[in-house]
């Protein structure tokens, strides 16, 4: 073959190379524009599904308590994603994701303040931009006052809240997270929480714990040795929460894979799906046996339990996993809702049998259900240092709110509800409502 | 360089520029591993659309029934998501798509207990994994129970009712679909339903029909000859229940493309809100002149009904048919609810007019408009035979249950509300609310 | 042609066909087909995502206003979604998107009656098909009514809405829209808006304003020369609407880059939700401020202003910017809506604070914001151009409305409710309402 014709042929070879790299083509972990494209809009789905999560827990919350309250608990729902956005966008993306550099502790890192993309597109990362890493991270952070904000309702100081939200938010939530999703100690160690089981739901929980100590009961909820249940006021509300919150865990388990990728993608809501179904299974035949009747409240929270508790390992466990892993959570969460009030810590909404007890069994099951890469033991390390450390913070940041402005509202206040005595307003203005609750 | 290469390399460039202009060459049926990725992501999204149908549903029911059985309502809507994931893994997912060997008559087949993937990604299907069409059909299962939820609701009892969904919908549904996309002996002779006008939402209609005739009327509904209306007690509430579900049809018959083919997908969306909307007009219409008054229920119920009518064919009739579906579906809706209160079959919500009889319609419009390959013969064996079976399978099993438990709650149950007879709970703790109907 | 260049080349040709079976590449504009899909994919979402706040507006509007009014306004709102959709099939999409020629003073054109692709696929648009196109701008002409609703609502008569809203929708919104987006007048100006500040919020924000001039306050609101707060009368369904109405703003600014472009839509996002956040912060921190008190209301209309007024500018400026352009927004709504109560003039849900007076803002915030290629000067004339055709057609259309067969309800109507009065229904059966309000 002469020459001429041997050059453009490889001319044409340059062309074809030049083509599907940028085409489509995976050489060296590199993707396509199409597939960094197709990874990036599933990126933005999931991080539009993590947001409704927020009317999820805005609807949960209010209709789990009593309508005296509501306004109160719509607003720091409300304020909460305001200041998970803008905190995050402030301190909490850099705080979190800082890329702990060789030979760091990997416990403490900080990349400056604000957000700004240094490097764009798929030079970033091949499953999302920057902003949409940016995003979908900042509607998980505001997950974790959210949380808090039910197991505290019906009696915290709204303001004390809001401050309390934005440190734990701005501060300790993307610092603990920073020690596994950072690439951070925890990591090192082989710690696994695919999304969130512990990071979020745990961190949230453990707050959400300390808060309810240190505020307290609601009055006349534990009476004369007993428990008097004070019940929600909207059950539809509760439940469009629930759904929603379902729905929204298809962007937070789906869009934990940080790409579209098909096969992990799909399998991962199939086992979020089933343990969900298994958590409304478990915890109504609990509820069912134990308190003759099957109890509406509780088939909801066996949900929120199953898909809390898949969370940390909803990518490296079996089908028949799932199911186990849901039921035994939708049990959890009846025990631990009985056994609160036993021991007197008052959780309107049950947010930490959920988030907090299934939190932590979810985290403990990879290393029974998971495989032989993963350890409990090292599941039960990353458990009991997240917990030590979001109690502490937590425990402290409401101990000095109470010092200093108190983190309670007055007994009258109480007593005729926080939305006339925070916001002087209504939920349901109008509607003939006893007040006798 | 002779002449003829040159030529001949300039042909190969010309065809590279045109192949990967127009790109992505499926050859063989085999699609890029981006397509593969694009049509999964698409799938799961309108897997989760569908999902959404199911709050849609509680929400719809709830709001048109009386505030004395919302509780029970929603119970059994976040029971039936449960019990229609964990049947369908259990059984209905390989009742329903066997994969009919050459041969076989095509009625029934089965491939046994529990799912799990035996190909993966791209080789199971160019449209989706495995994981994502079963997680798809699970949740098109569970709506043919919901269905039967609406026309039984305020009156049976919740353990039977129960039972006869995890029977329903993890055998008798699966099964009847299986005749037609499970490739059985309905396929074979031509039979068409594009998304479920006939194999989901007839389906779940005629069974709906059996239940409500077994079931009888609710106590005060049909007395000394005339109709007395029962109200929704919550018709914000029954509002959003229809926009979730016109929403969740996004996925109900845009992810019944099985990928996501721009221009069918599109199309699809474009005929099926379309329809929607005359269904709007039309019930409207009708319901002005007839009684006088613009009815919010018979407009919701109207969007339903053309949505219903256009499952069927929304592929394959043209954009003016839509309008026209549609719209006739709404004029039925309103006919069909005063007829079956005429020959005093009680439906709260009017169910089995939006599903089974506008399911019929749409079916059948498939022959009307659908074009010279459908045969509106074929079209109507197909609803004649689904209903023969699907009716008398429903009827068989709430019959059964009627003669060993009972399938009605107490007369006095019934009047103090399902709420406290089957859940000691109130969905409305501390409202004021009116015992009296 | 010797045999080993043959041969080559045939190598060449296989390699070629694996190439684009894996493929793609861009050249010319052109993408590939995978590229087209996911285009498409994301449009179509985002067409979702824009219907789903239909039911955000009827949420919230519903929510904001008394109990008495409600079966009306969710009426109205399904309507409008129907109204939107035929209207723009018949003739809106055409003369919103005629394709002006060249010399053609690009104030009005229309392509005719009907719908229908003439091109396919990839040929129409590298960005989404036909179909899409249509579906994804029918969701947003609907909105321009809808917002008008909002400020008419509690007095004004039905029908004469309905027939404001065919016109409005189907012919003043779409002829107004191709100024801009239609490649008209304005475009060739250099006036600047991305989703819809001033094209959809300001169309429906003016309309609203002509609207409630000519229908008049609402009974008993502006009494013995003070203000009478008239509250909603559900807000948790307030609150629902506001969070579904922000999730609808994904689609609808990140829809509004019209392809899944990874960096431009996620960055639209980012600086979308960040106004929306710094609007609840603008909203609250006034109004605890100026009237002691933090407002529910006022936080949920702050998210609403910082959404309205980035969508102008959410492509073109900066993150800080959009933090700066909400927080004012959110201050401007509160000022607003005190404002237009000072002046008499009533709205009941604040929809021209909300959408005219932030869509101003958020318009001329791009020449203020975005960049030496934008100019305040251009961005004003487009304002004042659209402000004085939208309002004055509005105020024709109601004026003759006004003149033929009234606008308004009579006295004894809007005291009773408009539920009882134009739908003989009542949104709350069995709940004891207060009649006095």
Redesign the interface.
Known sequence: ??K??CN??KM??L??VG??L????QEDGGV???????????M??A???V??M??GF??LE??MT??KN??NI??K???I??????TY?LCGFNLMYPGFAEGSSGIFGFAGF???AEE??ITYNTG?????D??FQ?MFAATAATIVSGAVAERIK?GSFLIFSVIYVGFVYPWLGSWKWGGGWLDAKGFYDFAGSTLVHGVGGWAALAGAILVGPRLGKYISGGVKPI???????A??G???L??GW?GFN?GSVLS????L???V??TT??A???G??GA?LISWIHAK?????M??NG?LAGLVGITAGADVVG??DS?VIGFVAGLLVYISVVFFDKIKIDDPVGAISVHLVCGIWGTLAVGIFGGSEFSIVTQAIGVVAYGAVAFTSAFIIFFVLKAISGIRVSEEEELIGLDIG?????????????A??
Chains 1, 2, 3 share one sequence.
Request: glycine share 6%.
């Open positions: 073959m002469n001429k014709v453009t042929l044409i070879g062309f074809l083509t599907t940028a085409a489509s083509a396509s524009l199409e597939m960094f494209t197709i990874n990036n809009t599933w933005m789905i991080a539009a599904l947001f409704l927020h009317l805005a609807s209010s209709g009593r309508a509501t306004v719509l607003f729902n409300t304020s994603i305001a200041i998970g956005l803008l966008a604000g957000i700004g764009v597109g999302y931009t920057y902003w949409t940016f995003l900042a709204l019940m929600g006021h909207n059950l539809p509300l439940t469009i629930v759904f929603l379902w729905l298809f789906g579209a990728d098909p096969e993608v799909s399998f809501l199939v799906c089933l969900a179904a298994a409304i299974v109504t009747k099957p109890d509406l409240t088939a909801l949900s089908i028949i199911v925070e916001h002087s307003q209504e939920a349901y203005e109008g509607f003939q409502i006893f006798t609750k």
